[in-house]
Protein backbone atom coordinates (compact mmCIF):
# COMPACT_ATOMS: atom_id res chain seq x y z
CA UNK A 1 0.00 0.00 0.00
CA UNK A 2 1.65 3.38 -0.78
CA UNK A 3 1.59 6.07 1.50
CA UNK A 4 -1.06 7.81 -1.04
CA UNK A 5 -3.31 5.39 -0.10
CA UNK A 6 -2.63 5.13 3.18
CA UNK A 7 -3.09 8.88 4.14
CA UNK A 8 -6.54 8.64 1.53
CA UNK A 9 -8.13 5.87 4.35
CA UNK A 10 -7.00 7.32 7.25
CA UNK A 11 -8.81 10.61 5.60
CA UNK A 12 -12.27 8.52 5.34
CA UNK A 13 -11.70 7.56 8.95
CA UNK A 14 -10.98 10.78 9.93
CA UNK A 15 -13.84 12.50 7.88
CA UNK A 16 -16.70 9.75 8.30
CA UNK A 17 -19.19 9.72 11.40
CA UNK A 18 -21.27 6.55 10.72
CA UNK A 19 -19.11 3.90 9.17
CA UNK A 20 -20.27 0.47 8.58
CA UNK A 21 -17.68 -2.84 8.25
CA UNK A 22 -19.28 -5.82 5.46
CA UNK A 23 -16.67 -8.81 6.12
CA UNK A 24 -16.39 -11.88 5.32
CA UNK A 25 -14.33 -15.21 5.17
CA UNK A 26 -10.92 -13.29 4.51
CA UNK A 27 -11.22 -11.37 7.64
CA UNK A 28 -10.61 -14.30 9.58
CA UNK A 29 -8.13 -15.55 7.35
CA UNK A 30 -5.29 -14.42 9.15
CA UNK A 31 -6.82 -15.48 12.62
CA UNK A 32 -6.19 -19.06 10.80
CA UNK A 33 -9.53 -19.92 10.06
CA UNK A 34 -9.80 -20.60 6.17
CA UNK A 35 -12.12 -19.14 4.12
CA UNK A 36 -14.88 -21.06 1.48
CA UNK A 37 -13.83 -20.39 -2.20
CA UNK A 38 -10.32 -19.02 -2.84
CA UNK A 39 -7.66 -21.26 -4.34
CA UNK A 40 -6.85 -22.78 -1.18
CA UNK A 41 -10.43 -22.70 0.54
CA UNK A 42 -12.50 -25.18 2.41
CA UNK A 43 -14.87 -25.80 -0.94
CA UNK A 44 -11.19 -26.22 -3.15
CA UNK A 45 -9.40 -29.00 -0.77
CA UNK A 46 -12.55 -31.41 -0.90
CA UNK A 47 -14.74 -30.36 1.62
CA UNK A 48 -18.63 -31.28 0.21
CA UNK A 49 -20.49 -28.53 0.13
CA UNK A 50 -23.24 -30.23 1.52
CA UNK A 51 -21.85 -30.06 5.26
CA UNK A 52 -23.87 -26.96 5.08
CA UNK A 53 -26.95 -28.14 3.61
CA UNK A 54 -30.15 -27.90 5.83
CA UNK A 55 -31.60 -31.11 4.05
CA UNK A 56 -28.41 -32.80 4.18
CA UNK A 57 -28.05 -31.93 8.01
CA UNK A 58 -31.46 -33.37 8.93
CA UNK A 59 -31.06 -36.38 6.86
CA UNK A 60 -27.40 -37.21 8.23
CA UNK A 61 -26.62 -34.71 10.83
CA UNK A 62 -23.15 -36.51 11.02
CA UNK A 63 -22.16 -35.21 7.98
CA UNK A 64 -22.17 -32.09 9.40
CA UNK A 65 -20.53 -33.04 12.56
CA UNK A 66 -17.70 -35.16 11.16
CA UNK A 67 -16.39 -31.88 9.50
CA UNK A 68 -17.49 -29.50 12.70
CA UNK A 69 -15.07 -31.46 14.43
CA UNK A 70 -12.20 -30.24 12.82
CA UNK A 71 -13.53 -26.81 11.62
CA UNK A 72 -15.15 -25.94 14.94
CA UNK A 73 -11.45 -26.88 16.98
CA UNK A 74 -10.28 -24.27 14.75
CA UNK A 75 -12.52 -21.71 14.99
CA UNK A 76 -12.62 -21.92 19.17
CA UNK A 77 -8.58 -21.69 19.27
CA UNK A 78 -8.73 -18.67 16.94
CA UNK A 79 -8.13 -15.52 18.00
CA UNK A 80 -8.58 -11.75 16.54
CA UNK A 81 -6.28 -10.73 14.37
CA UNK A 82 -4.83 -7.05 14.09
CA UNK A 83 -7.65 -6.15 11.60
CA UNK A 84 -10.28 -7.29 13.67
CA UNK A 85 -8.82 -5.30 16.68
CA UNK A 86 -8.46 -2.07 14.13
CA UNK A 87 -11.85 -2.32 13.53
CA UNK A 88 -12.75 -2.32 17.59
CA UNK A 89 -10.13 0.28 18.05
CA UNK A 90 -11.96 2.68 15.68
CA UNK A 91 -15.40 2.04 16.98
CA UNK A 92 -13.71 3.60 20.48
CA UNK A 93 -12.63 6.98 18.66
CA UNK A 94 -14.58 10.25 19.66
CA UNK A 95 -17.26 11.08 17.49
CA UNK A 96 -17.20 7.38 15.17
CA UNK A 97 -20.58 5.11 15.12
CA UNK A 98 -19.32 2.08 13.97
CA UNK A 99 -21.07 -0.86 13.04
CA UNK A 100 -20.24 -4.33 11.90
CA UNK A 101 -22.26 -6.64 8.96
CA UNK A 102 -20.49 -9.65 9.08
CA UNK A 103 -21.04 -13.58 6.93
CA UNK A 104 -18.81 -14.33 9.78
CA UNK A 105 -19.99 -17.25 12.36
CA UNK A 106 -16.90 -17.36 14.41
CA UNK A 107 -17.64 -13.94 16.80
CA UNK A 108 -14.05 -12.78 16.23
CA UNK A 109 -15.17 -9.28 15.80
CA UNK A 110 -17.28 -9.47 19.36
CA UNK A 111 -14.07 -11.06 20.87
CA UNK A 112 -11.88 -7.99 19.34
CA UNK A 113 -14.19 -5.35 20.72
CA UNK A 114 -16.79 -4.38 18.38
CA UNK A 115 -20.34 -3.97 20.29
CA UNK A 116 -22.78 -2.98 17.04
CA UNK A 117 -22.14 -6.79 15.28
CA UNK A 118 -25.08 -7.93 12.71
CA UNK A 119 -24.20 -11.68 12.25
CA UNK A 120 -26.45 -12.02 8.94
CA UNK A 121 -25.39 -15.97 8.65
CA UNK A 122 -26.21 -16.94 12.37
CA UNK A 123 -23.70 -17.36 15.01
CA UNK A 124 -22.29 -20.55 16.56
CA UNK A 125 -22.75 -19.11 19.75
CA UNK A 126 -26.15 -21.05 20.33
CA UNK A 127 -27.36 -23.93 19.32
CA UNK A 128 -30.63 -25.27 19.27
CA UNK A 129 -32.91 -29.04 19.21
CA UNK A 130 -34.49 -29.43 16.16
CA UNK A 131 -37.59 -31.45 17.33
CA UNK A 132 -38.45 -29.52 20.81
CA UNK A 133 -36.46 -26.35 20.26
CA UNK A 134 -34.51 -26.27 23.06
CA UNK A 135 -31.60 -23.61 22.97
CA UNK A 136 -28.17 -24.15 24.49
CA UNK A 137 -24.48 -22.57 24.14
CA UNK A 138 -22.84 -24.96 21.64
CA UNK A 139 -19.41 -24.90 23.50
CA UNK A 140 -21.54 -26.80 25.88
CA UNK A 141 -22.13 -29.75 23.08
CA UNK A 142 -17.99 -29.22 22.32
CA UNK A 143 -17.21 -33.11 24.44
CA UNK A 144 -19.68 -35.08 22.57
CA UNK A 145 -18.39 -33.31 18.91
CA UNK A 146 -14.66 -33.70 19.46
CA UNK A 147 -15.73 -37.25 20.40
CA UNK A 148 -17.35 -37.41 16.75
CA UNK A 149 -20.70 -37.96 18.35
CA UNK A 150 -23.86 -35.95 17.29
CA UNK A 151 -25.07 -33.88 20.03
CA UNK A 152 -28.50 -34.44 20.93
CA UNK A 153 -31.09 -33.37 23.55
CA UNK A 154 -31.64 -35.65 26.46
CA UNK A 155 -34.86 -35.04 26.99
CA UNK A 156 -36.46 -35.90 23.18
CA UNK A 157 -33.43 -37.58 21.48
CA UNK A 158 -33.66 -34.33 19.18
CA UNK A 159 -30.53 -33.29 17.04
CA UNK A 160 -29.10 -29.69 18.01
CA UNK A 161 -28.32 -27.41 15.61
CA UNK A 162 -25.79 -24.25 15.40
CA UNK A 163 -27.89 -21.19 15.06
CA UNK A 164 -25.59 -20.81 11.56
CA UNK A 165 -27.56 -20.19 8.75
CA UNK A 166 -27.28 -23.73 6.34
CA UNK A 167 -27.90 -23.80 2.49
CA UNK A 168 -31.91 -24.34 1.90
CA UNK A 169 -32.37 -21.66 5.74
CA UNK A 170 -33.75 -18.48 5.30
CA UNK A 171 -31.81 -15.16 6.78
CA UNK A 172 -32.40 -13.77 9.99
CA UNK A 173 -34.79 -10.94 8.51
CA UNK A 174 -34.38 -9.01 11.56
CA UNK A 175 -30.70 -9.17 11.08
CA UNK A 176 -30.64 -7.99 7.81
CA UNK A 177 -33.09 -5.66 8.19
CA UNK A 178 -31.12 -3.68 10.20
CA UNK A 179 -27.80 -3.99 8.58
CA UNK A 180 -29.58 -2.61 5.40
CA UNK A 181 -30.39 0.34 7.48
CA UNK A 182 -27.16 0.57 8.59
CA UNK A 183 -25.29 0.59 4.96
CA UNK A 184 -27.80 3.36 4.41
CA UNK A 185 -27.40 5.52 6.85
CA UNK A 186 -23.41 5.39 6.29
CA UNK A 187 -20.98 7.95 5.13
CA UNK A 188 -18.42 4.94 4.90
CA UNK A 189 -18.82 1.76 3.61
CA UNK A 190 -15.72 -0.48 3.67
CA UNK A 191 -16.42 -4.48 2.86
CA UNK A 192 -13.63 -6.28 3.92
CA UNK A 193 -12.90 -9.91 3.05
CA UNK A 194 -15.52 -10.85 0.88
CA UNK A 195 -15.85 -11.40 -2.94
CA UNK A 196 -19.66 -10.29 -2.88
CA UNK A 197 -20.20 -13.43 -4.61
CA UNK A 198 -22.97 -14.63 -2.13
CA UNK A 199 -26.51 -12.89 -1.29
CA UNK A 200 -28.48 -11.66 -0.34
CA UNK A 201 -25.56 -10.38 1.58
CA UNK A 202 -23.82 -9.07 -1.56
CA UNK A 203 -26.61 -6.72 -2.49
CA UNK A 204 -26.09 -4.55 0.70
CA UNK A 205 -23.09 -2.39 -0.80
CA UNK A 206 -27.02 -1.31 -3.21
CA UNK A 207 -28.52 0.53 -0.22
CA UNK A 208 -25.49 3.29 0.32
CA UNK A 209 -26.44 6.85 -0.54
CA UNK A 210 -25.02 7.99 -3.66
CA UNK A 211 -23.07 10.21 -1.39
CA UNK A 212 -21.67 7.48 1.16
CA UNK A 213 -17.90 6.36 -0.17
CA UNK A 214 -17.14 2.79 -0.02
CA UNK A 215 -13.86 1.02 -0.07
CA UNK A 216 -12.69 -2.47 -0.90
CA UNK A 217 -10.25 -4.59 0.60
CA UNK A 218 -9.88 -7.73 -0.55
CA UNK A 219 -7.02 -10.35 -2.07
CA UNK A 220 -8.85 -10.92 -5.21
CA UNK A 221 -11.29 -8.45 -7.03
CA UNK A 222 -14.71 -8.33 -6.88
CA UNK A 223 -17.91 -7.18 -9.17
CA UNK A 224 -17.68 -3.58 -7.41
CA UNK A 225 -13.98 -2.71 -7.70
CA UNK A 226 -15.34 0.01 -10.49
CA UNK A 227 -17.63 1.50 -8.28
CA UNK A 228 -15.50 1.75 -5.30
CA UNK A 229 -13.53 4.88 -4.28
CA UNK A 230 -10.05 3.05 -2.87
CA UNK A 231 -9.49 -0.68 -3.44
CA UNK A 232 -7.02 -2.37 -1.85
CA UNK A 233 -5.59 -6.45 -2.90
CA UNK A 234 -4.01 -6.86 0.09
CA UNK A 235 -3.96 -8.18 3.72
CA UNK A 236 -6.88 -6.86 6.18
CA UNK A 237 -4.74 -5.83 8.28
CA UNK A 238 -1.72 -4.59 6.32
CA UNK A 239 -4.55 -1.98 5.61
CA UNK A 240 -6.84 -1.43 8.30
CA UNK A 241 -4.15 -0.67 11.01
CA UNK A 242 -1.77 1.98 9.68
CA UNK A 243 -5.35 3.82 8.48
CA UNK A 244 -6.63 3.42 11.65
CA UNK A 245 -3.72 4.29 13.12
CA UNK A 246 -3.29 7.61 11.21
CA UNK A 247 -7.16 8.32 12.24
CA UNK A 248 -6.55 8.34 15.48
CA UNK A 249 -3.62 11.51 15.15
Known sequence: MNSAEQIQLGNFFSEARRIVFLT??????????PDFRSATGLYNTGVNKRVFDIVAFRDTPELFYEFARAFLGTIRQAKPNAGHRAIAALEHQPGKEVQVITQNIDMLHQKAGS?????????????????????????QHWPAIEAGRVPRHEACGGVFKPEIVFFGEMLPQD??????????????????????????????????????????????PTP????????????????????????AV
Open 24 to 33: GAGMSTESGI
Open 115 to 139: SKVHQVHGTLEYSHCMTCGHRIKTE
Open 175 to 220: VCAAAERAVAEAGLLVIAGTSLQVYPAAGLPDARRPDCRMVIINQT
Open 224 to 247: LDDEADLRFHQRISQVLEPAVLRA
